[in-house]
């Protein structure tokens, strides 16, 4: 059965040629694209592309800086497996977009990403929204139900109203370290 998948002895070494090619092509892509970091939970990853720089810059003076990261409020909790697919279609999303350069100015949460929002709100404030004493009454009605979603209400936590490319040009974030490597560095000077 292997046989049936190796070419003919004519055509082993240049198809040995395009498949190193191909593999080196995406292994440098991989390095490149820094896509070992996305595996982490660590919000300075989302500034390997610099489109998210103001999100990081305003979730860094929010309240929620303490107790959540991006992944805390930004992907699903229900499995592991959800967890990493859902990241990976909205990076490749995101990779697709910014590489393509249709990035809009201002930046706003796609449907999936705000019902992913939306569940991780009531899974972080579950007590809050079960909580009578807890809750506040608008004409006999808890405010705090789950039918409307938080940021309906919310829309400012944990990012506060700037969310575009130009709005914070002067924002602290950590920058990407350089993919190049030091020897290349060297070779240059």
């Not at 944990?158 to 969310?163: A, L, M, Y």
Request: aromatic content about 8%.
């Amino acid at each position: 059965m292997l046989s049936k998948l190796l070419p003919p002895p004519k055509w082993r070494f240049p198809v040995l040629i395009v498949t190193g090619i191909f593999v080196g092509l995406i292994a440098f892509i991989l390095y490149v694209s820094k896509a070992h970091s996305y595996l982490s939970d660590n919000p300075s990853t989302c500034t390997n592309c610099h489109i998210m720089s103001p999100q990081y810059a305003t979730w860094t003076h929010s309240s929620h800086r303490e107790v959540a990261h991006c992944n805390d409020c930004h992907v699903p909790h229900n499995n592991v497996l959800n967890k990493y697919y859902f990241k990976a279609k909205d990076g490749l999303r995101h990779a697709t977009m910014f590489t393509l350069r249709k990035e809009p100015q201002v930046i706003f949460i796609h449907e999936a990403g705000s019902n992913v929002v939306h569940d991780n709100c009531v899974r972080c404030h579950s007590k809050v929204l079960k909580d009578p004493k807890l809750a506040v009454t608008v004409e006999g009605h808890n405010v705090h139900r789950t039918e409307r979603k938080c940021i309906e209400c919310h829309r400012e936590v944990p990012h506060g109203r700037v969310n575009s490319l130009s709005s914070v040009p002067n924002a602290r974030v950590p920058l990407p370290t350089s993919p190049v490597p030091q020897w290349i560095k060297e070779y240059n000077q």
